[in-house]
């Protein structure tokens, strides 16, 4: 029998290798490589011998592959399955990452209740004992009835306890506490996420049970070892929030199953976490008279089209080298902004203090927010607040052009919708036909832009 092998794996980037260094030599982080002994594979051939003879059976053409087969049970909660790409996946595995904090096992536990009432579930916590967790579901007034629970951390354990239990729906919560007894490494170490991952996700596949990892953020903001673990699950969901807020965002970075990006809104409240199904509404803060530095976006996000405030705040700059601070949005992506204003708009910032924030916490990642950025910017420099009831959406170009950008349309509705009455648009994203109470502006140019409003 071959020896245990010592390895040394990167608690970053996850990759492994034979001899430690400072400095991984994959993804270039320091100090972030962790000892960890892999146990010898008892037998590695006898993995295929019951293989013998059975190609006719698991070789197959696509055609005969039942793609319907796919069942997508909804978990009780419309803004979860909306960014699951509509319910939940018979054998899919979602891994949920988020701040310690942040509402991840609150989300689960509701998910699960509501998925208990039509299915079997099981709830593995290695984190909190079945008192702690009993008492939050009641507290939370959840049906419990069919909810099953097990504390334990040993993945071998849960395995086969969950082989003779055989849930339709398993959360693990979290995947940084449990182990596997194959390795010696202590629980939370890479080697041991990726391994209690993997083993996880095998049982996943082949039994057709859907599971829920849930994943702790380190302080670096990145999920532990999270290459192996992303690229080894089918969903990646991401829970944010800004601190103090109740709002918690949940989004969808990778999908096998349905649109990236897809964003869940919900607000955390004493009776655990709403569901905001209508996040437009939240997202603007309605002024009581018209300010300046304050431009409304149609951003979308997913499948979703959504308006959000976009904030400015530009002052004479003490400094010889002067601040561009953005919340929510590219700080590049600002700094480009500011040198096309400049040089297409002939407005240069160069001696200000350019301060940048999308209300509400959310993290704006498409190109559509560049003209109501520089719309914000424009107005608070100029300390002239935009007209009432405008919306806009647009990229920006370097030449000085005002881009289309996805869904035009259905933008220009979600914004007439909320009693917009006038919305400022890439000329390419003009609707063919009126909208209904709002009065479109196309442009084609950041000189256009404007002119129309200041
Ligand atoms: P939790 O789901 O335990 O976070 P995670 O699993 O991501 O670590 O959420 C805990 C936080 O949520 C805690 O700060 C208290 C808050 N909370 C409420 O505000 N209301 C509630 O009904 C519940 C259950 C939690
Ligand atoms: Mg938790």
Redesign the pocket.
């Known amino acids: 029998m071959a020896k245990a092998r010592t390895t040394y794996a990167c608690r970053d980037c996850g990759s492994s290798f034979p001899k430690w260094a400072g400095q991984c030599p994959d993804c270039g982080a320091w100090n972030s490589l962790e000892e960890s002994i892999s146990a010898p594979v008892k037998n590695a051939s006898s993995r295929f011998a019951g293989y013998s003879g059975d190609a006719q059976n698991r070789i197959r053409p696509l055609s005969r592959v039942d793609a319907q087969h796919t069942r997508r049970i909804p978990t009780g909660l419309p803004e979860l399955d909306r960014v699951l790409g509509g319910g939940l996946v018979n054998g899919s595995v979602v891994l949920i990452g ?12 509701q998910a699960l209740a509501a998925l208990s009432e039509q299915i079997r579930t099981l709830y593995v916590s290695g ?2 004992s079945a008192e702690q967790i009993g008492l ?1 579901a009641s ?2 007034g959840l049906p419990v009835d069919r909810l099953e629970l097990l504390t334990e951390t040993c993945v071998e354990g849960i395995l086969g306890l969950a082989g003779q239990h055989k849930p339709d729906v398993m959360v693990m ?2 995947i940084q506490t449990f182990y596997s007894e194959q390795l010696q490494s202590a629980p939370g170490a890479v080697a041991q996420v990726r391994e209690s991952a993997a083993q996880l996700v095998r049982f996943a596949k082949q039994t057709g049970t859907s599971l829920f990892l ?1 994943g ?1 953020v380190t302080k670096e903001g990145a999920l532990a070892g999270p290459r192996v673990l992303e690229h080894m699950v089918d969903t990646v969901l991401y ?1 944010e929030g800004e601190a103090g807020s109740q709002i918690r965002l949940v989004r969808a970075i990778k999908n096998r199953f349905g649109a990236v990006n897809e964003l869940g809104v919900f607000a ?6 709403k569901e905001v199904s209508n996040p437009s509404a939240i997202f603007l803060s309605r002024h009581e008279e018209h300010v300046s530095g304050s431009a409304i976006l149609v951003t979308r996000e997913g499948t979703r089209p959504m308006l959000v405030e976009v904030q400015a705040l530009v002052d004479q700059s003490p400094l010889g080298n002067p601040r561009r601070v953005a919340l929510g949005l590219e700080q590049n992506r600002l700094a480009m902004l500011l040198a096309v204003l400049h040089r297409h708009g002939g407005i240069g910032m160069y001696d200000q203090d350019v301060f940048l924030n999308v209300v509400g916490g959310v993290r704006v990642t498409e190109t559509a927010a560049d003209l109501p950025v520089l719309l914000s910017v424009l107005s608070s420099f100029r300390d002239r607040p935009l007209p009432a009831g405008l919306a806009a959406f647009g990229e920006v170009g370097l030449a000085g052009e005002i881009r289309p950008v996805p869904s035009g349309e259905d933008r220009v509705r979600e914004a007439a919708k909320h009693g917009f009455r006038r919305i400022l648009l890439p000329a390419a994203n003009q609707p063919r036909k009126a909208v209904k109470d709002i009065e479109v502006i196309p442009v084609q140019r950041l000189s256009q832009a404007l002119a129309v409003l200041l």
């Open positions: 988020g701040d310690p904090g942040i509402g991840k096992s609150t989300l689960l536990i984190e909190e939050r507290r939370l919560d979290s849930v702790h829970f955390m409240t004493e009776n655990g976490l």
